[in-house]
């Protein structure tokens, strides 16, 4: 049993973690299946607590002071999900933070101590685990997620975004990691010089993945208007801020881009990203670069980039 409840943990926290990154990865119209299913691993997660904890307790009794790891694992976990269920319910900030963000910080915290625990106590496989009772078993736990997840989302689940995001009246000025607002821009792309060029509005959502969104209407100038005519060989154009922070674009995906100077008709504010700041409608808020100060057009394929921007 004890080898069973484990194998079946490192399982559930594997789906956790897949869906967990990939819900921050993918387009907010791809996203609803993926935050689900992640919701749903939290709660196959919940199921297999009472059977761990007697493994648990067993194992500190044994084992004392080396049973630390697992112990940090277990509160790391506990924690993490704990937030995770307190923003689905709707919980804003907690401190310098919002709920999914912690939510997110202890996940990513517990990671190197999972492998760490899993490398020393590997769980062991055996032929008779790929069963017809073991099949059925993964399949009980994980209808139990499924059946748990529904529940909360008719009772205690908040209003959200297919992403799983709370909604805002405005954005929340935030950055990218150590990101601050800067006090001077320096940047050709001046609020003066892009109002003499056509400008473009669109109503969309910036989703931010600390977990919340907010539908504005933004007006500036289309990359397309901006860049009308592409270096023969580009196959991608970066958007640089400046902090130093990037995110480079397909020369084909352009459509629909703005480099936004106001925001529901009012110039943008220093913490919004003046006096420029990309627009892209579709895609989670760490592709919105904010305080442009360069887009230039590059042969690197789009893909030549870190999922998630390092800078």
Not at 7 to 27: E, N, Q
């Amino acid at each position: 049993m004890t080898r069973r409840t484990n194998l079946a943990l490192a399982a559930v926290l594997a789906v956790a973690t897949a869906t967990g990154v990939a819900a921050l990865l993918v387009g907010e119209g791809r996203a609803a299946v993926v935050v689900w299913a992640h919701g749903a691993a939290g709660f196959a997660l919940l199921a297999l607590v009472r059977p761990k904890s007697r493994i648990a307790v067993r194992g500190v009794a044994r084992r004392g002071r080396t049973a630390a790891p697992g112990i940090l694992l277990g509160l790391l976990v506990a924690a993490s999900v704990a937030l995770g269920l307190a923003h689905a319910a709707g919980t804003g900030a907690f401190g310098p933070l919002t709920a999914l963000g912690w939510h997110i910080g202890l996940a990513l915290a517990a990671v190197p101590v999972a492998a760490a625990h899993v490398w020393s106590r590997p769980p062991r496989t055996r032929a008779g685990d790929l069963t017809r009772g073991a099949f059925l078993r993964a399949a009980a736990v994980a209808a139990v997620g499924v059946a748990a997840k529904l529940a909360f989302e008719r009772t205690l689940g908040a209003s959200r975004a297919a992403t799983g995001s709370l909604r805002r009246a405005a954005p929340v000025p935030t950055a990218w990691l150590d990101d601050t607002t800067p006090r001077a821009v320096a940047t050709r792309f001046t609020a003066e010089r892009l109002g003499a060029l056509p400008q473009t509005a669109v109503v969309c959502a910036l989703d931010c993945t600390s977990g919340w969104y907010s539908t504005n209407r933004w007006s500036g100038v289309a990359l397309v208007d901006l860049l009308p005519r592409l270096p023969p060989g580009t196959r991608s154009v970066e958007v640089r801020s400046a902090t130093g922070y990037a995110r480079r674009f397909g020369a084909s995906d352009l459509d629909g881009i703005v480099l936004a100077t106001h925001m529901d008709g009012v110039p943008l504010l220093p913490e919004h990203g003046a006096p420029a700041r990309l627009v892209a409608p579709g895609r989670r808020g760490y592709w919105w670069v904010k305080w442009v100060t360069d887009i230039a057009p590059s042969e690197l394929p789009a893909w030549a980039q870190p999922p998630f921007p390092l800078t």
